[in-house]
């Protein structure tokens, strides 16, 4: 459809006055909210060490993944320190994170971490300014820390090459921005707005994005707003699903979700059995956090007595937290920054200890996993 005849959501007669049907929402909802008492339950019956390992693993998928959605890759252990230190755990083989990684976990730590704090809009500037700390993205200027103006032109979100472009969305006009925060940080701020906490956060996340306040990173702070929210629902900041992880793996479906309901009218019913839908399915991952975070404890368990030095405690934590790709002496020296007969000595050590094994393709190509326990 043209772009220049489409009618959105914010164009309805009565916006932004969503409705949505309790009848078709009401199984989804208690089976979501049943989900996240028992998630809890089983997590806060780990003991302290094993739930912030926890906690950990699902606030570093948030963040990669949350970024990710958008085209940017970060490195996944700048972004586990990173996590680790404001979260004052004491892991070992922390790296240095780079300022646009510090930038995106302050951003998600105060939005998780103190979730019963209001959300302002000087609150969303800071949030804003921290994904952006030179003020740029890419080669691109970027205005922080305020509501976006028109000097570019309209807010869209296109896809296509240019000159074959598609609208799949267009904000309202920047004039309206201010008035529009003020509406929707009222309404998600309010005690006696009688919604299911749960229900708020596919809300505000689809009315944060629909009015799209920034020149960049709407999407991230959008999720950022829903994982504050979804916090407030549980009541506490520790974060043991990723919800980020989730719509990474449904991305097609996401977009298409909101396109729908931008274009549609204010009957977000769809839109919501989508959200608690996909929240449903990002609990599910929840248990594969829950596997490596065991499967980590078994295996410091088991060689607990063992003398390991620094470099091969690091590169064996490396192993557990999820390595991509295969572990091999050359990248055991470059990420251990020792030379490759080092670390050849290293893995030969581990290697006659049993912690390691060769994985069946040798000659050139051998590489190493860590044995099963």
């Not at 103190?114 to 740029?136: I, N, Q, V, Y």
């Not at 691109?140 to 028109?150: A, F, L, M, P, Y």
């Not at 990723?242 to 909101?258: P, T, V, W």
Request: proline share 2%; hydrophobic share 45%.
């Amino acid at each position: 459809m043209d772009a220049a005849i489409t009618t959105y959501i914010y164009e309805r007669e009565g916006w932004p006055a969503f409705q949505w049907s309790h009848e078709r929402l009401a199984d989804r909802l208690a089976a979501v909210r049943h989900r996240q008492g028992r998630l809890i339950g089983r997590m806060e019956g780990l003991g302290f060490q094993l739930r912030a390992e926890a906690v950990l693993q699902t606030l570093t998928e948030e963040v990669l993944k949350s970024s990710e959605i958008e085209g940017e890759i970060l490195d996944k252990e700048e972004v586990r320190s990173s996590i680790a230190r404001r979260l004052g755990l004491n892991i070992a083989g922390l790296v240095r994170a780079d300022r646009d990684v510090e930038g995106v976990v302050d951003m998600m730590i105060d939005a998780t971490q103190k979730f019963d704090e209001p959300l302002t809009a000087e609150r969303l500037f800071m949030w804003h300014a921290a994904l952006f700390p030179t003020g740029s993205r890419g080669m691109n200027r970027i205005t922080v820390g305020t509501w976006r103006s028109d000097a570019s032109g309209p807010m869209q979100v296109v896809s296509g090459a240019i000159g074959s472009e598609r609208v799949h969305f267009e904000a309202p006009s920047a004039h309206r921005v201010d008035g529009e925060m003020w509406t929707f940080l009222n309404w998600l701020e309010n005690p006696a707005t009688a919604v299911d906490p749960v229900i708020k956060a596919g809300v505000a996340h689809l009315w944060f994005v629909t009015i799209h306040p920034f020149e960049d990173g709407n999407g991230r702070i959008a999720r950022a707003v829903a994982e504050l929210a979804l916090a407030r629902s549980e009541q506490i900041a520790q974060r043991f699903y990723s919800m980020s992880a989730q719509i990474r793996l449904e991305r097609n479906a996401y977009y298409d979700a909101l396109e729908a309901t931008q274009k549609g009218d204010l009957d977000i019913t769809a839109w919501l059995e989508w959200f608690l839908g996909c929240l449903d399915r990002a609990i599910d991952g929840a248990e594969t956090i829950l596997a490596s975070v065991l499967q980590k404890a078994r295996f410091w368990d088991k060689y607990a007595g063992e003398e390991l030095n620094e470099r091969q405690r690091a590169l064996i934590n490396r192993l557990l937290n999820g390595f991509e790709g295969n572990l091999t002496s050359s990248k055991w020296a470059k990420l251990a920054k020792c030379s490759l007969d080092t670390a050849l000595r290293d893995i030969g050590d581990l290697l006659k200890r049993g912690i390691l094994v060769k994985n069946a393709a040798g000659g050139r190509s051998t590489s190493y996993s860590l044995v099963e326990v």
